[in-house]
């Protein structure tokens, strides 16, 4: 499998898991749970999407690659740590959602990076 093949892959992952935690919130939750859920889904889904757009980009780019690992692990990792909160009251993980946060803003800097370099 190429990288670009298993980055596509991954980011189907995540886009299956952030429709299925965004239905959960739309029909199962409660109103506290349903936010969380709902946000996190949200990110999950936009960096899904930009990992996919990573993936198909034309031409053989470590900077692209990258960009898309980033933002498709960001947008996981802030996903469960707010699925986790709402679903478990872990409140622990409210210091492991910025790390998602974090890896979702390295993913468009160096996105914007590998634009300016092209």
Known sequence: MTASRNLLLFAAFNGAVAVALGAFAAHGAGPQVKTLLSTGAHYQLAHAVFAVACALWTGE???????????????????????????????????????????????????AFAALRS
């Open 61 to 111: 780019s470590r900077l692209v690659r990258l960009a898309g690992w980033l933002g498709a692990l960001g947008g996981l990792v802030f996903c469960l740590a707010l699925a986790l909160i709402a679903l478990f009251s872990l409140s622990a993980m409210g210091a492991v959602a910025p790390v998602g946060g974090l890896l979702m803003i390295a993913a468009w800097l160096c996105l």
